[in-house]
C-alpha cells in the first residue's frame, strides 16, 4: 500500500470513529420513561410494581395500590428514609400515634425513628401511591441532625395545592409552580409542581449537578426535550431526564402541563441550585 493510500485509510477510519462516538453520544440520551397501571388487577385487593429500576442511585421505586375494604403495614428499613407520593384516591396513614387522612397529590414522610406505618383504604376506594425507599449516606445522616429543629418532623405532610408557589427565569407568568419538599428536610431531595394550561413551555437548562425525575400528575399531557429526543409525558407516568442534558417542556394548546418534579442532588453542594427558584411575594399572589 503507497502512502496516499494508507492516508485515505486514516481518514476514513478516523470518520467512521467520530460518527460511532457521535451516535453512541446521542443514545446515552435516551429518555427513559414508564407508564403506570393504574388498575388494580381483577379479585386483588394489592397491587405492587417497581418501577425505573437502578435508574436513581441507591433508592428504590415503587407503586403501590390497595383496593378498600383494606389494612396494610408497611415497615420501614434502617438507614432509608421514605417518602409515599399519593396519585388517586383516598385513605390514611398512621405512623406511631399520628394519623393522616390521605388526598390526591400529597405527600408523607414519616422520619425521627418511625419503623413503620399503616395504611387504612376503605371500601369503594382504590388508593395509588409512589413508595421512594433512599438510602442515606453517613453524611446524609450528620445532615439530618443538624437541620434545624422545625424540619424534623414525626410525619411530615403537604398538599401540593397548600405548598409555597416559586417563580424562576425559565417559566412564563402563566405557569404555576410549588415547593413540595423544600431543602434541609429530607437530604440532597427536593421536590415540587410545575402547572399551567397550553401553549407554555419551560425553558431548556441543565443541571449536571442532580438526576431529576418527572411524574405525570392528573391530566398531564406535555412534551419533554432532552438533546435530541423527546417524548410524551401523560398523566401517571414517570420519566428519568439524562444526566446533564439540556432539557425543556412544551405543552400545545388545550392541553395542560401538571407535573411533580423531584431533584435527586449528587452532592450537598448541589442543592445551591434551588436558589434559582423565587419565593413568590405573597402581595402578587
Request: aromatic content about 8%; overall charge negative.
Amino acid at each position: 500500500m503507497n502512502n496516499s493510500h494508507f492516508f485515505k485509510s486514516i481518514v476514513i477510519f478516523a470518520c467512521i470513529t467520530i460518527g460511532l462516538i457521535g451516535l453512541s453520544c446521542t443514545n446515552s440520551q435516551e429518555i427513559v420513561i414508564q407508564n403506570l397501571q393504574m388498575k388494580i388487577p381483577d379479585g386483588a385487593q394489592f397491587f405492587s410494581e417497581e418501577l425505573l429500576k437502578g435508574e436513581i442511585a441507591e433508592t428504590k421505586i415503587d407503586h403501590k395500590a390497595y383496593l378498600g375494604p383494606i389494612e396494610q403495614t408497611i415497615n420501614l428499613t434502617k438507614d432509608h428514609i421514605n417518602m409515599f407520593i399519593f396519585l388517586s384516591g383516598k385513605g390514611t396513614i398512621q405512623a406511631d400515634t399520628i394519623t393522616q387522612s390521605l388526598s390526591p397529590e400529597s405527600i408523607a414522610i414519616p422520619m425521627n425513628g418511625i419503623n413503620s406505618v399503616k395504611f387504612k383504604v376503605d371500601k369503594g376506594q382504590a388508593l395509588h401511591f409512589i413508595q421512594f425507599t433512599k438510602k442515606l449516606s453517613e453524611e446524609d445522616k450528620k445532615d439530618l441532625k443538624s437541620f434545624p429543629e422545625e424540619n424534623k418532623h414525626q410525619l411530615f405532610f403537604t398538599r401540593f395545592i397548600d405548598c409555597e408557589p416559586y417563580t424562576e427565569k425559565i417559566k412564563s407568568p402563566n405557569t404555576t409552580s410549588r415547593t413540595v419538599l423544600p431543602a434541609d428536610i429530607v437530604p440532597r431531595v427536593s421536590l415540587g409542581t410545575v402547572e399551567a394550561m397550553g401553549p407554555d413551555e419551560v425553558g431548556a437548562h441543565k443541571h449536571p449537578m442532580l438526576d431529576q425525575l418527572f411524574l405525570g400528575l392528573t391530566n398531564n399531557d406535555i412534551t419533554v426535550f432532552a438533546d435530541n429526543n423527546s417524548v410524551q409525558l401523560k398523566e401517571f407516568a414517570l420519566l428519568h431526564i439524562p444526566l446533564g442534558s439540556s432539557h425543556w417542556v412544551k405543552v400545545e394548546e388545550n392541553k395542560k402541563m401538571n407535573y411533580l418534579w423531584m431533584d435527586f442532588f449528587l452532592t450537598r453542594e448541589g442543592q445551591e441550585w434551588l436558589k434559582t427558584h423565587k419565593p413568590m411575594n405573597s402581595d402578587k399572589k
